[in-house]
Structure formats: C-alpha cells, structure tokens
C-alpha cells in the first residue's frame, strides 16, 4: 500500500495511552499477550512464513526443499488459516516428531533474543516486583524466557515456561517469584504441549486459559505482535468483553499493538484501517512495532517513576515540585557529573526510606 509518509501521526499522538499502559505497570495492573510479531528479529518466521513450509512438508513430505517454488503450495498456504495448516502436518507427524520439525525447519532452537525480548527484560528491571508475574503467548519459541534468563544461574532462572503440560511446575514458579511465560499452544521445549488444530485451539480449557482469564481483569491488557489474521486473538477478544460487562465498576482498556503505516490524516492509510478495526472490538490500536514499543514504554515508565518520586520527595521537603526541580538542577548544574533525577532518587532513598521506590 502506498502512503504518503507525511501523513504519520505526530510524535506524540500515543502519550496518553503510553502514559496509561505506564501507569497500569506501575500499580501492578498490567497484563500481556505476545504473539509472533515479537520475534520476527529474531529471525523466528511469523505466521504466513510458517504457514508456507508446513505446507510444503505436509504434501511434499521431508524431500522438500525451501528455496525451491512451490507458488501454487504457496498460494494455498495462503487461504487456509494457520491452525488448519498445523492440524494437516501433526496428522501426518507424530506430535514428538512435530516438536522436532519445528524446531530443525522454524527454526527456532538457535534463533536469539532480539531488541523487543531484550527491552522486555529491561522493563522488568525497571519495575521488578510490579511487572507481571504472569506472562501469556501463542508462540512455540522460547525466545522470551532466553532474554530473562541470559545472565542467570541456570539453577535459578528468573524466568520459567509454562504449559499444559508442567502446569504442575506453577506452585514452585510462584514461590520463587519467577516470571512464568504461559505459552498457550504449547513450547517446542515441551515436545508433548504443541497444541494443533482449529477445534482444539477454539475450545482449550484448563489451569492455564484460567489464567488468561484472571490476568483479563487487570486494568490494561495489552496484545503485543498480533494482525487481525491471527483467529486465536477472537477467543480473547470475547473473553475481554464478557469480564468487562460482567465485572461491575470494572475500568477496562484493551490495546492492540502492531505496526501500520500511514496516518490519521489519510482515510485510506493502513493506519486508519487498522485503527477503525480494532476499534470495532472496543480495542485501542498503536501503530509500532514490539521493539519500539517496549522502548516508549519503558521511557514511559521511567518517567512515571520519577513524577512520583518528584512528589514524594517535595512533601517530604515541604516544598512544590517545581521549586523542587529548580533546586536540583542549580544543585547539580556545577559539577556535571551527576545529573538531576540521580540526585532526585538519592534524595529518595535518604527521605523516605521504607517507600517502595519502583
């Protein structure tokens, strides 16, 4: 689609909504899906790319090979949805066998953490006991759980899969106050968890979609790398609407992050289309890739930090916040080597010690 790039919304047109999400974080009331978008630096092939090379190796068996043409393969790939195509290649894998090619053709043992899993990561260290203990994707990699445990003790990961099957591992993940990634269709690092298959996708129950349920409630959701192709987003989308009309007093914002080009001042921008669509699900869109917008947020909620810092700090002073930010500045200006929200959350710590200052 061809849009005049003139026509981007200005630089500041999310702030609210940035401001929003930040502030949800910081009460502890945020919650997160993340879907293939988010791995797509990781070399991790989204949905369609995938789609293609299932197809190939359901009808053409393990002889195929992927830089060969196979367009009208491809052109079927293309107009069957994602979990039809799964359910056609685990008929003729065995589900172990189907973990294996998964992870030999996606591929996805050796694909890496890349800037969104890795400014993820810098989030839960800017906000460590107000980040979701609870994370929720569809995707098969491991790429999320990799990014928080790169310089761990492997005897003590700060994050921890999770799937149908080692939902029994929960228990031990809460008590050790681990980040649990709640992989919805299963982990290629659980051979038994891949789940394929439109009715079975379309129905799942148990412990885990339990959970997805609780974390609906939170103030903010938020849906991170997912298009209006992805047919598993309906079952969440009506569980958002059923908790929000059922849940008396209950302030519920949904966001749909992905990116869009265009703006608002163009009509028949892929901006204005996604915008006006997911608004059709009571759905707030911001037009950004996974990277950039873990990036905003985490800004975002530096900042929030700080406001709030800013004002406990002055109370303890006894002064305003904008007398405050003139004594900081004059204080640090002639040294130059401490900047002025260094001293602030110095001044944090010294006058108000037993807040929590994440």
């Known amino acids: 689609m061809n849009v005049d790039a003139s026509?981007?919304?200005?630089?500041?047109?999310?702030?609210?909504?940035?401001?929003?999400i930040a502030a949800s974080l910081t009460r502890a009331q945020l919650g997160l899906l993340i879907g293939a978008g988010m791995s797509t630096e990781s070399t991790v092939p989204a949905g369609d790319a995938l789609a293609r090379r299932m197809m190939r190796r359901a009808v053409l068996g393990e002889d195929q090979e992927d830089n060969v043409d196979h367009c009208a393969l491809d052109a079927l790939a293309a107009s069957y949805p994602f979990e039809a195509i799964l359910q056609l290649l685990a008929s003729r894998?065995?589900?172990?066998?189907?973990?294996?090619?998964?992870?030999?053709?996606?591929?996805?043992?050796?694909?890496?953490?890349?800037?969104?899993?890795?400014?993820?990561?810098?989030?839960?260290?800017?906000?460590?006991?107000?980040?979701?203990r609870t994370l929720f994707t569809t995707n098969f990699d491991s790429l999320i759980e990799k990014a928080f445990n790169r310089d761990r003790d492997p005897a003590n990961p700060l994050a921890r899969c999770l799937t149908s099957a080692n939902i029994s591992d929960l228990p031990d993940a809460r008590e050790k106050r681990q980040v649990v990634v709640c992989h919805l269709h299963g982990c290629v690092e659980y051979s038994d968890s891949i789940v394929a298959g439109e009715q079975v996708q379309a129905t799942l129950e148990g412990p885990i979609y339990d959970l997805l349920r609780a974390a609906l409630a939170t103030d903010i959701f938020v849906l991170v790398g997912y298009s209006m192709r992805d047919t598993d987003l309906r079952r969440v989308f009506f569980d958002i609407q059923r908790i929000a009309k059922t849940r008396s007093g209950l302030k519920k914002r949904t966001f749909a992050v992905?990116?869009?080009?265009?703006?608002?001042?163009?009509?028949?921008?892929?901006?204005?289309?996604?915008?006006d669509i997911w608004e059709q699900r009571h759905i707030e869109h911001i037009a950004a890739g996974a990277g950039d917008f873990f990036s905003t947020l985490f800004d975002t909620v530096d900042n929030v930090v700080l406001a709030r810092m800013g004002r406990q700090v002055a109370s303890a002073l006894g002064k305003d916040e904008r007398t405050l930010q003139s004594m900081l500045e004059t204080a640090t200006d002639p040294f130059g080597v401490i900047c002025a929200d260094d001293l602030l959350l110095y001044l944090h710590y010294a006058l108000t010690p037993f807040e929590d200052t994440q």
Do not use: V
């Open 258 to 275: 992905s990116p869009a080009e265009g703006g608002p001042r163009n009509a028949r921008s892929e901006w204005t289309i996604a915008r």
């Open 7 to 20: 026509q981007a919304p200005d630089a500041n047109y999310y702030d609210e909504a940035y401001r929003a």
């Open 93 to 132: 894998l065995q589900y172990h066998d189907l973990s294996r090619w998964l992870l030999a053709k996606a591929p996805l043992e050796n694909a890496q953490p890349a800037g969104a899993h890795l400014k993820l990561r810098e989030l839960y260290d800017l906000q460590p006991h107000q980040f979701p």
